[in-house]
């Protein structure tokens, strides 16, 4: 009997001819919206395999619902995997470094000049009909040259960010667990502050309302990685209370629900987790999920495994 595997998402059609050539047996969840937690587990009853999203939990009872060997994630962050229950099971987990870097940095950029320039107001100004024409003191934003960029987790994002950056003539600095300046450093100097860590126990709500009233007032936020690194409740009141002066978000606490408070503000840029979305990337992500399966499936070592 061919081996079985569940996609919880279409992926690239490269990526499915990979599998189609191994004759492999492909139960594709049709999307749009995340499989539903008891259709995930009916379905993942007889797969030894799944190409897995940033949108689906995987816990041990889901680990536990089917002879699971292997699951690859369409997505570099593995915070939705619990990685220990893996482990213990002898699951191996793979994932999409490297290949998303400079799609997820070129959307940070965007997100970074639409807030700095203010696009968001000049978009809705010219679509009001009330826009009066040009004038010296219209909309003045940040101007990036001379700016000081703080990038929060620099790893392969953070870095590309910086290279980005830098060519702006922004002056970069960085923190990491690792290195860099102190975090209260980066927060009190930083013109604007963009986050590029994992998600993790450690940098849940590490932008919280104390974080925020110590950033500079004229400074803008920016997150393209995950929603809950932010304390969104926090931000809302410091855009509201002018404690910054914007927010570039790709990312939300409780995807695909967005604070009703971010929604209002004219002073956020807010986009639907794009970071990884173009043709190019979504393609490698496609081939490289469909690759690391198949390993997984003869048992070999993924080319991208996690360490467990
Ligand atoms: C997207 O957020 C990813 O982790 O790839
Ligand atoms: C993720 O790919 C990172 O290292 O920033």
Known sequence: MPK?????????????????????SVDVWPGPEPIDRSTLLERVSDCEG?????????????????????????????NNIDLDAARQRGIQVGHTP????????????????GVARRTVEGDALVRSGQW???????LRGLELRGATLGIVGMGRIGTAVAARASAFGMRVIHHNRSGGVP????????????????LTAETRHLIDASVLRSMKSR???????RGPVVDEEALVAALEQHEIAGAGLDVFECEPDVHP?????????????????????RRRMGVMVAEDLLRGL??????NGVKL
């Open 219 to 225: 400074a803008i936020l920016i997150n393209t990685a």
């Open 298 to 303: 003869r048992s070999e070592p993924l080319n």
């Open 261 to 281: 408070g971010l929604v209002a503000s004219p002073h956020a840029l807010l986009l639907p987790h794009l970071g990884s979305a173009t043709v190019q990337t």
């Open 132 to 138: 009066k024409g040009w004038s010296p003191t219209l």
């Open 183 to 198: 975090f209260d450093r980066l927060i009190q100097e930083s013109d604007v502050v963009s986050l590029h860590c994992p």
């Open 98 to 113: 490297g290949v998303l870097t400079d799609a997820t940095a070129d959307l940070t950029m965007a997100l970074l000049l």
């Open 4 to 24: 079985k595997v569940l996609i919880t998402q279409p992926i690239d059609e490269s990526g499915m001819d990979v599998l189609r050539a191994a004759k492999i």
């Open 50 to 78: 799944m190409i897995s999203m940033l949108t689906d939990p995987l816990d041990a009872e889901v680990m536990d619902a089917g002879p699971l060997r292997v699951i690859a994630q369409h997505a570099v962050g593995i």
